[in-house]
């Protein structure tokens, strides 16, 4: 079982930049790919960047690359999102993600097994 908490979001400007930060309890967080996935008002939830669980594997969304970067420390249990250049565009509620299955990579929502409870960026244009 893993416990996400995730936070970091809130308003800023466009160009601005943000880091988001998921909190994980359990001590077999080292062996699931983790994620971001972002839901826009009126829209479904989608993968912004999934990160293996040893970071040999990044996913990044197309509109995303080269502005964000996820990254983890399994030593303090924790997954990251540094953001850049951000975008009206980035306006979501983001949501820390674990896989369901350890040593398995998918960047689709379905395959998630557990979620934080979601922290809110705004960019304003």
């Known amino acids: 079982q893993v416990q996400l908490v995730d936070s970091g979001g809130k308003l800023v400007q466009a160009g601005g930049s943000l880091r988001l930060s998921c909190a994980a309890s359990?001590?077999?967080?080292?062996?699931?790919?983790m994620g971001w996935f972002r839901q826009a008002p009126g829209r479904e939830r989608e993968p912004v960047a999934v990160?293996?669980?040893?970071?040999?594997?990044?996913f990044y969304q197309d509109s995303v690359k080269g502005r964000f970067t996820i990254s983890r420390d399994n030593a303090e249990n924790t997954v990251y999102l540094q953001m850049s250049s951000l975008k009206a565009e980035a306006t979501g509620l983001y949501y820390c993600?674990?896989?369901?299955?350890?040593?398995?990579?998918?960047?689709?929502?379905?395959?998630?097994?557990?979620w934080g409870q979601g922290t809110q960026v705004a960019v304003s244009s």
């Open positions: 993600a674990a896989h369901a299955m350890p040593f398995t990579i998918s960047k689709v929502a379905a395959d998630v097994g557990f």
């Open positions: 359990g001590r077999t967080f080292r062996t699931y790919a």
């Open positions: 990160i293996g669980w040893n970071e040999a594997y990044t």
